[in-house]
């Protein structure tokens, strides 16, 4: 239950509310977490009027505010239609339009195609702290340690390569629903290449980041490989997570 409101005008002032022990204050971006019923009592900070809602591109970097919703996003990643792909594929039209792009992400699981898009494409969170500088924290870290690093924080940015190009495949019962497996790959000029697997689990996997693809196809299969539940067996899942992660390789090829 959320027990008080407050809409600082400075990021100091946010910053400040955050860092109290009591009660407990959360950021609240666009709410669809937040509105929904809660198990404990909370204070928020709404960041409407914080400036974090900006995409542009800096050099060889797409820095994302953290209140960019995730349909401002798609609107503006016409140099990555595979992310558009993911958004789309993470929610619907109207639930698209509330969503941040910091709000889902930290409530990822393994399931968001999303989040699997953007850690194959190694996106960095700006955090910060009351009285800190801020830290550049690699996603795939944050999700792991999100106890670790989110209390009394707030993410203001979020980055990923624009040079880079990015695949994404997914099998899902319909259309609608959050993948079974899906697979995205991103590839940079230099070679490198990351692959990461979502559709199972707490948080997706980063199965392969090398200087080439060698080996990608064998190690998407040997990550699911374990990764049966409810909607799909192991086998099943390793099959896929192998076809999907060569498509998006052919793809980019």
């Given at each position: ?66 209140n960019v919703t995730l349909q401002a996003l798609l609107q503006a990643g016409d140099s990555l239609p595979a992310l558009a792909e993911a958004i789309r594929h993470e929610a619907a039209y109207n639930l698209r339009h509330m969503a941040t792009v910091a709000g889902t992400l ?148």
């Amino acid at each position: 239950m959320i027990i008080e409101y407050n809409r600082p005008k400075t990021l100091d002032e946010a910053l400040a509310l955050l860092a109290r022990s009591e009660p407990v204050t959360v950021p609240l971006g666009g709410g669809t977490v937040l509105n929904q019923p809660l198990d404990k009592t909370v204070a928020v900070v709404d960041l409407q009027s914080l400036g974090l809602d900006d995409v542009e591109t800096e050099g060889q970097e797409l820095k994302i505010g953290a209140n960019v919703t995730l349909q401002a996003l798609l609107q503006a990643g016409d140099s990555l239609p595979a992310l558009a792909e993911a958004i789309r594929h993470e929610a619907a039209y109207n639930l698209r339009h509330m969503a941040t792009v910091a709000g889902t992400l930290v409530a990822a699981d393994g399931r968001s195609p999303f989040a699997t898009a953007m850690l194959a494409l190694n996106a960095q969170l700006s955090i910060v702290q009351q009285g800190k500088d801020a830290e550049q924290i690699p996603l795939g870290e944050m999700l792991s340690l999100r106890v670790e690093h989110l209390p009394h924080s707030l993410i203001t940015q979020v980055t990923i390569p624009a040079q880079a190009s990015l695949a994404y495949q997914y099998v899902a019962r319909s259309p609608a629903d959050l993948p079974i497996v899906c697979a995205a790959v991103a590839q940079w000029p230099s070679g490198r290449t990351r692959v990461a697997l979502g559709g199972h689990g707490e948080i997706p996997l980063l199965v392969l980041d090398g200087n080439g693809p060698d080996g990608a196809t064998i190690a998407a299969r040997s990550a699911y490989s374990e990764a049966g539940d409810q909607w799909a067996s192991a086998e099943y899942r390793g099959d896929v997570a192998e076809t999907l992660t060569g498509r998006c390789l052919q793809e980019l090829a």
